[in-house]
Every structure is written in C-alpha cells, then in structure tokens.
C-alpha cells in the first residue's frame, strides 16, 4: 500500500477512536445525571462520527451491529434499571462492530488498490504499443490482448484460443527457429524467451515482430503458464532491409556491387572445388565513349546511358548469372557452370552486339560500345580478387586491340602487368633522377629551310637502353605522370625555342609540343604554359600545340575553352594524323586551328597506292581552302617529297629530312641553314 494511503487510514483511525470515546463519555455523564434510559438515541453518536471519520463503508457496518442491542435494551429496561449492563453490552458491541467495520474497509481499500494497480499496467501497456498475450502450457489455452489483436488486423474474437492457430500464423520459413526457441525456454535451458519472425496478418501480408516472455511455475514442478509481449518491428526490419540493399547494390541500377558480386565470386569458387567438369567464368566490361556522353549530353544522360547497359545486359545472361556495376562505366558478369571457354565467348560476343546497338538518350542515339575481359577458371582454391586483377588485365588488352574487342586473360598477361607495374616505378624514378631526354625532328618548308621542330621525349633506361615516347607515354598518361613529363617538355623546348629564336629571328618557324587528354583537363593548364613561356622568354607565337583527333573528339568541351585561351594568347594550334578519325571535317568548324598534320599513312600511300596522291592533294587542298597550314609527317623518301611539293604541301618533317635530334645535334643543324641564310 503507498505511504500516502497508509497517512490517510492512521488519520482517520485516530479522528474514530477519539469520537467514538468522547460520544460514550458525553453518554454516561449525561444517564448518571438525569437516571434516564437514552442509550437508543445516544447511541447513533459514535455511528454518525464513524460515518463521517472513517468512510461510509465502515460506519454502515457499525450501525448495523450495533442497531439489534439498541432495540433489544430499550424494550427490557425501559426506566433506566441495568443501565450498566446495556452500557457494557452497547460497548462490546460496538467494538465488534468496529472490528467488522475494520476488516471490511481494509478489503475496501486493498480493492481499491488493485483497481488502481490494474489501471496503472493497463496505461503502461497501451504506451509501450506492445501486444500482450498468455500461454497455458497444460490446456493450450491462449489469451491476446487488445492491442495485440489490432497489430495482426484481427478483431479479439476473430482469433482462435489454441496454441496451435497461434504457431500456424508464423511465417513457414521462421516457424521451426520459433519453436525451437519456445521448447528451449519451457524446458529450462534460457532464461526468457525472445524471438523475431513473421506473424501472418488478416489480410495476408506478413508482420515482423520481436517476442518476449517468460515462463512461470509454482516451486519445483514443470512451467504452467508462458507470459509475454510482442512488439512491431516492421520499420526497424525495413530500415535493415534498406541498409542491406545500399551495402550489396549499386543505388542506380540496382545491380549487383563490387561487394556482393565478389561474394557471389568466392560462393561460386567453393561450390567449383572437386568438380572438374564445369567452370565459372568472369567477364569484366568498360564502356567505350562513357565520358564523351557525360561531357557532351551531361550527367543525367550518363545515368540514363548505365541503366539502359544494365538492363541490356541481364538480357545477355541467364537468371543464375549475376550481372553487377563495380563502378562508373564498368559492368562484370559473373557466369555459372560453364562448360566450355567457347561458352564464356559467346557471351561476350551477345555483350558487345547488344551494347554496339544505339540507345536513345535525350531524343538522340548514342551507340556506346565496350571492351571486355574474360576469365575462365575451374580452380576452387582460386582468390575472388586475383580473378577480378585478371579480368582488368585482359580488358585493357582488349582496349589496346581497339575498340568495342574482347581478349582472354592468359598467364602471360600478369606477367606483363608486373613489368608494368615495374617500368612505371623506374618512370618515376627516371623523371625525378633526369633519365628523359628530349630530341627534337626538325620541319622544313616546300624549300628545304628550316620551318621549325617537335619535341619529342626520349627516356634513357638503365637497363631497356634507349625508349621511344610510344613505349612509355601511354603509362604515363595511366599512372597521372603525364602532367610532370609534359612540363618537362614544354620548359625544355621553350628553352631550344629561345636559343633557334636567337639564331634565326626573322626565319617563320615554329616549336612544335604535343598535349594528351589528361593535360587538356588539367584546370591549371593555361597558367603552367604562361609561366613556362616567360621563363623561357619565348615569344608565345612560335609556340604550336599539338593535338590528336581523338584528343578533340574526347575533351570537346575543354579543349574548345583551351584552344580559344590559347590562340588569344598567341599561342598556334595543330590538329595532328589528320584524316585518321571519322569526325575530322565536323571538328574542324568548331575548333579553329593552325596546322594540319597529314598522318604518315597518306603520305606513303601517295607513293605505293592507286589513288593515294589524289587522297594527299585533297587533304592539301582542304587546308589551303580553310587558310591552314598542312604538314606532312614521315616523309621518308625522295619520291614522297616530291609528290608532296608536286602538290604544294607547304611543311614536312620525317627520317628524309632528319631523324630526331639530340639538342646538341639540334643546334648544329639550326647552324647550318644559319649560315645558308647568310
């Protein structure tokens, strides 16, 4: 009982005694002093004050005991005689009276209690929004509360009082872990019971739900009666669920991610030991011209670009097989049960005709393309990443083929790799410990003068001798090194183009320096060429920059505010091996340039093939009409340069002239037409 209650009945005990004493004193005073019989209207004094003092209940109880002695010794001393004995009757009576009054307020009370008790669970079980529910183990009985009831749809009578209904709403996959849990506890062996399933609801979807309960008995014999709660942990599940989606799937396309396709991977390899029949294989897929949609049609469009790829791909595979994103443009397939290598190529073939297909992104069609690298392997205690580092391998041989190839990894790839891995440590070793050396291929004009050079980098191994820029400068471009080498190159030939400026200052000539796509992207670009110009003290019109088509074709959106910025500045722009790329007619109305480089192939060919001069004298004729310079490159033989001067080709440079010189040789060779000049 609280201590409030247990102040308020010793109140109230205190105020009865003391009345009903003080009414019995009054009550004798008044008998010894007028010798009159007045017990039966004194008497409901104290009946009254205990009515008042000690709650209804109580004085009713005194009343009526005390309502019979009252009657009876009125009618038997009715002039006053044996006053005392009805006084001592009255007495015991009322005392018993009390007592009756006593006990009876005290259930009131406790009853009251347990009423408030009652109320107080009841008001604490609706705000924990839990189900309660009761489980007589003997009979089978069940009994649910309200609440638990509405959780499931249901209204109270609508569901049944046999265990067995009970267990048959739980979901088929979870049903056995719950009744494990139920006869684990029951029988001892934890000390509460707690479970998470899915209770079936009315209609038909299933909850999930967290159980709690515990099991109570009288001392020393088996549990009779399962008591507990089960509480709605839908949201909490769904969170989960969500959690889980973002940890294994790719948030675009829903795919598979690197995580969980490695899984996959690793589950596949297991599964694969002591089966020597069957194999799994792994194909790795880059997206050819990815970026030139995202630059051109922005980054929604790129996004529209990988779910249509994503859902071309599940199309090429089977429902066992797993097709995941591990990033960017890069897709994987990972292909179950493969009995024949042949089999993992037709994939690949179905892959690359699927993607070779246009795709409509923004109202216009883009055909994307790929590489692919395959791997097939039947080793169980293969790595899960040695097999992704051979896929990637394969796929940069499948780009170096060309686009839109496949290549199967063989072991002399990671070999490969590995001295790739090597040349690019010695490259950075080389750069810093001065190991690249520059030469430079002079160009002449239609009359042999001097017309200016390329600079051209040369890297001295201490081991591989002597390499040339095709051997070194696309792991350069791969391993981000390509910034600090083309520094190199524009400082050093900057500082020749001071020294031939100097020599021959009224002769038109220009310093010729290629630029990769990764310096086009470089944000500072602009400010390095400046900086290295004024130290050089070069003036910014003898400078060319030279650039691929595909350079153009891949960085349109940089390379037009570069270009612009530079010829601005002074600075000259050459589109180099022109003629070699589909879009070259349509580049050259965008971008304004300089020179025209007329790729070497064309320029042998005016000499061996049927129709070969015609292809130069148009390409000539093309540079003429737009007020550009043309360059042949490679010109080798006397024949070539004299078909080229037949068709008055202004500039040429290749081993007829002179092979790339040192810059000693240079300078000797800058000398010489000094002295013709003279």
């Not at 086009?520 to 004024?534: A, K, T």
């Not at 020179?595 to 070497?600: H, R």
Request: charged share 25%; glycine share 8%.
């Amino acid at each position: 009982m609280p201590d409030d209650a247990r102040t308020k009945e010793r109140a109230r005990w205190r105020l009865y005694v003391a009345s009903s004493v003080a009414a019995y004193l009054l009550l004798l005073i008044y008998v010894a002093l007028t010798r009159q019989t007045v017990l039966g209207p004194l008497c409901i004094v104290p009946v009254g004050l205990a009515a008042w003092a000690y709650g209804a209940r109580g004085g009713l109880t005194l009343a009526l005991a005390l309502a019979p002695v009252h009657l009876a010794l009125t009618y038997v001393v009715p002039s006053g005689e044996g006053l005392g004995v009805s006084i001592f009757i009255n007495l015991v009576t009322a005392c018993v009276g009390f007592a009756f009054g006593l006990l009876f307020d005290r259930l009131r009370v406790s009853l009251a209690y347990q009423k408030e008790c009652e109320e107080r669970y009841e008001r604490a079980a609706r705000g924990a929004n839990d189900g309660l529910w009761e489980w007589e183990l003997e009979s089978g009985k069940t009994y649910y509360s309200e609440r638990f009831c509405q959780m499931l749809g249901y209204a109270r009578h609508q569901l049944g009082s046999e265990i067995a209904e009970w267990l048959s709403r739980v979901h088929p996959e979870d049903r056995k872990n719950l009744q494990h849990a139920l006869d684990q506890h029951i029988q001892g062996a934890t000390p509460r019971l707690e479970h998470e399933h899915r209770l079936c609801c009315a209609d038909g979807s299933y909850l999930w739900v967290h159980v709690r309960g515990i099991a109570s008995s009288l001392e020393g014999s088996r549990p009779t009666l399962l008591t507990g709660w089960t509480t709605d942990i839908s949201a909490r599940k769904s969170s989960e669920q969500e959690l889980r989606f973002h940890a294994f799937r790719d948030p675009l396309t829903g795919l598979a991610n690197r995580s969980l396709f490695t899984d996959r991977l690793h589950q596949a390899l297991l599964r694969g030991r002591g089966r020597s029949e069957t194999r799994i294989a792994m194909l790795l897929i880059d997206l050819d011209r990815f970026k030139r949609v995202n630059d051109s049609l922005g980054h929604s469009a790129g996004d529209g670009l990988l779910l249509a790829v994503a859902e071309r791909l599940k199309a090429c595979v089977r429902a066992e097989d797993t097709v995941a994103r591990l990033g960017g443009d890069e897709f994987a397939l990972l292909l179950a049960d493969v009995v024949t290598i042949q089999d993992a190529i037709e994939v690949a073939d179905r892959v690359r005709r699927a993607l070779v297909e246009p795709i409509v992104i923004k109202g216009r069609a883009v055909a994307s393309g790929c590489s692919i690298g395959i791997v097939v392997t039947s080793r169980g205690d293969t790595n899960p990443h040695d097999i992704v580092r051979d896929a990637d391998t394969a796929m940069y041989r499948a780009k170096a083929l060309g686009r839109g190839q496949w290549a199967m990894f063989d072991p002399s790839m990671r070999d490969r790799a590995v001295q790739r891995l090597t040349l690019e440590n010695e490259l950075r070793s080389g750069l810093a410990e001065g190991h690249i050396e520059i030469f430079y291929q002079p160009i002449v004009h239609s009359g042999g003068g001097f017309a200016g050079f390329e600079a051209l980098p040369r890297w001295r191994h201490p081991r591989l001798g002597m390499l040339l820029p095709r051997e070194f400068i696309e792991l350069s471009e791969e391993t981000g090194l390509i910034m600090d080498l083309g520094d190199l190159v524009l400082g050093e030939a900057c500082e020749m183009g001071t020294y031939v400026a100097g020599r021959l200052p009224h002769v038109p000539w220009n310093v010729h320096v290629n630029l990769s796509p990764k310096q086009i992207r470089r944000p500072d670009l602009m400010g390095r060429i400046e900086v290295i110009l004024d130290t050089a003290g070069l003036d910014p019109a003898r400078l060319c920059v030279e650039v691929t088509e595909d350079v153009i074709l891949e960085e349109a959106s940089a390379g037009s505010v570069l270009f612009e910025r530079l010829r601005k500045k002074g600075v000259k722009v050459c589109m180099d091996d022109f003629g070699t790329g589909y879009s070259s007619l349509s580049y050259l109305h965008r971008f304004r340039v300089d020179f025209l480089k007329v790729e070497t192939a064309f320029v042998h060919g005016a000499e061996t093939r049927e129709g070969g001069v015609q292809i130069v004298r148009s390409l000539v004729n093309l540079a003429k009409n737009l007020g550009v310079t043309a360059i042949a490159e490679g010109v080798e033989t006397t024949r070539q340069w004299e078909v080229l001067r037949e068709l008055g080709c202004p500039r040429a440079q290749g081993f007829f002239f002179a092979e790339p010189l040192s810059a000693r040789e240079l300078r000797e060779w800058v000398e010489e037409h000094v002295a013709e000049c003279a």
